[in-house]
């Protein structure tokens, strides 16, 4: 019973820390000349990105997870 | 500060104008169009080569708003495995529109080179601001090829927090295909019907092709949902974090894809289309993380999914982008992918046992294990930049050397590799 | 006895976190007295913001507008490398004062939240007005707070 009260509140402390730290990580607005790179960007080739996208989604099960999935060119 | 109801209004009015013709405010005669190309050949050697052509045009409008739209033209030829398992003997075939046949050597893959060949699509994509830190993106996208066409439209809303260190985003997208294919769609689990010469005349074999064939034309209908968390870790460092849900229901089987029923002995006795469930949910997760060295940039992502067919699969996709010069990089790629089949995947029916509600002999729902070799370099072309990318696609299926229970199939290849050879080249204008 | 050590170590955790947020350089790199009588407009700006790009163009002309005894324009870098910075303004000239701030100390001082960002102080030396973001949809906004000071 204790241990569980212990356990509940170590685990709020541990989840206090990593939203604390979540609002914490991060950079000065200024400190952004590497992530301004568009090579740095999410979708930094997103040409490639489609077409790896087209490849795999007429070869295999999968599709989508990092842009939308699906929508069909119902390829073979 | 205008109430955000006018305010959306009068952008969504500025984007149907925009889309229409010309820009209806004080045109920005600073920003310009910005256009990338993208030509494509995929080569399966002895199966299906493509090409494709991407056109990508965006242009800023104002501080925050962007319109952009994709233009797509790809074109496939040569043939794709019918699901058939090969045999010690020629086999015929009858192509899916019922007119004409094909035959397929011993000891080889079936492979049927009748399906969907030349396809358009065309993207149209508006950004803008909602309010402070907040943005919005609407798009719509249309594909057409012979047989088969798509239309569906996407919403997705971007909010940042901790002075934009921090991204959560949502987006929607629903889409609604449809399948028209020469020779209609066919009967689940009717035998194919070929004429060797049981037919006293083309009427003949007619009616019994036109037995196995039911509706002219089939719908899909996908509903999707992401939901996605970007996160700056720190001056050389981002990661996301993406869950995604889509919904598919309608015609999801193959068309063209067919199963052999096999006899004791290993020899084909019938070819039966094969018949998919009418709904598909698949949930996926994905990370992904980029690092800026001193002189390069790596990134990584994992993306695992399952869904209700009982398929599961693990995707690793890493880039590592070395700057070379002021203007040119080489970028290594490696993918890997591991699925595991779909519940109703088999490599053929036996005769002996009786026939599943659901079953397909396509190997791309069956266990696999692919992985993608490739490299990037990217240069000054002119005053423009420019890519060309070579990359190599091998897939083997995971139940390759598994007897079968069948000695005569023991000895054939049931489970084929494919592999691919992607050449690409971009250019930036 | 374990619940008291838990708390301890989760608020040294906590504050530790905090604490380094918490410190600000105190030393700012230019003057205000040296500009006592003008009105200052303090800009901050890297080769990498594409919206400075607009904002340059801008700075220029009200410069020029206003001239140099009634108004500075003080455009802060903070690139880590000079030679960005030179690049930048080989392409986008500037015809007003060009502060280095590589460190991000004044950027600090001001508390920046976001970039470009800018501060307009008054002939006495106070911050009257701030801005985070160059929006062209602004400029008049921007125009009428300096207009309206000098006088």
Known sequence: MLQRQVIRKFLLGIIAIILSGCSTMGVQPWDRDLLAKPEMAINSSPLDQAIDDHIYFSKEASSGGRSFAGGGCGCN | ?429 | MKQTLIYKLTLVLLSILFASNVTADTSPKFNLEDYEGKVIYLDFWASWCIPCRKSFPWMNRIQQKYGTDKLVVIAVNLDKKRSLAENFLLEYPANFKILYDPAGKLAKYYQIKGMPSSIIFDQSGTPVAAHTGFFKDKVQLYEQEISKLIR
């Open chain 2, 1 to 429: 500060m205008k109430p955000n109801k006018k305010y959306i209004a009068e952008k969504l009015a500025l984007a149907a104008t925009a889309l229409i013709g010309g820009a209806a405010h004080a045109q920005d005669t600073d920003s310009e169009w910005d256009f990338s190309a993208s030509v494509l050949t995929y080569v399966e050697p002895d199966r299906v080569s493509a090409a494709e052509v991407i056109i990508v045009g965006d242009k800023d409008y104002s501080d925050t708003n962007k319109f952009s739209f994709k233009v797509i033209l790809d074109s496939l030829t040569g043939a794709s495995a019918n699901g058939a398992i090969e045999q010690n003997t020629p086999q015929t075939f009858t192509r899916p529109s019922g007119k004409g046949q094909f035959v397929t050597n011993a000891n080889s893959t079936p492979l049927d080179d009748t399906f969907r060949d030349t396809r358009g699509q065309i993207n149209l994509a508006w950004t803008d601001a909602l309010m402070e830190d907040m943005r919005y993106t609407i798009s719509t996208n249309l594909s057409k090829e012979f047989d088969y066409q798509s239309i569906s439209f996407n919403g997705e809303i971007a909010r940042d927090f901790n002075q934009k260190n921090s991204t959560i985003s949502a987006g929607l997208s629903f889409a609604s295909d449809q399948y028209n294919p020469y020779g209609k769609i066919p009967v689940p689990f009717s035998s194919m019907v070929i004429d060797e010469g049981q037919f006293a005349n083309q009427d003949e074999f007619n009616t019994a092709f036109n037995a196995t064939r039911g509706d002219s034309s089939d719908t899909i209908t996908t509903a999707e949902l992401l939901i996605g968390w970007t996160q700056i870790v720190n001056r050389r460092m981002l990661m996301q974090f993406n869950y995604g849900f889509a919904d598919t229901s309608g015609y999801l089987t193959d068309p063209f894809k067919v199963l052999s029923v096999v006899d004791n002995n290993g020899i084909t006795q019938d070819l039966v289309y094969e018949n998919r469930p009418d709904s598909r949910n698949q949930h996926t997760v994905f990370g992904l993380v980029k690092y800026h060295l001193d002189e390069s940039i790596f990134d990584i992502s994992y993306r695992y999914l399952t869904d209700d067919w009982d398929i599961q699969s693990h995707t690793i996709d890493t880039h590592w982008r070395f700057f070379t010069g002021d203007t040119s990089f080489i970028e290594p790629h490696f993918r890997f992918y591991q699925q595991s089949a779909a519940e109703f995947y088999q490599p053929f029916i036996s005769q002996a046992s009786t026939m599943p509600s659901y079953a397909s002999a396509d190997y791309r729902v069956g266990d696999m294990t692919a992985y993608t070799l490739g490299v990037k370099y990217g240069f000054q072309m002119f005053e423009d930049r420019a890519e060309v990318r070579l990359e190599y696609y091998k897939q083997t299926p995971n139940k390759a050397n598994q007897p079968t229970g069948i000695a005569n199939l023991d000895g054939l290849d049931l489970y084929p590799e494919v592999d691919a050879i992607i050449l690409q080249v971009n250019y930036f204008f």
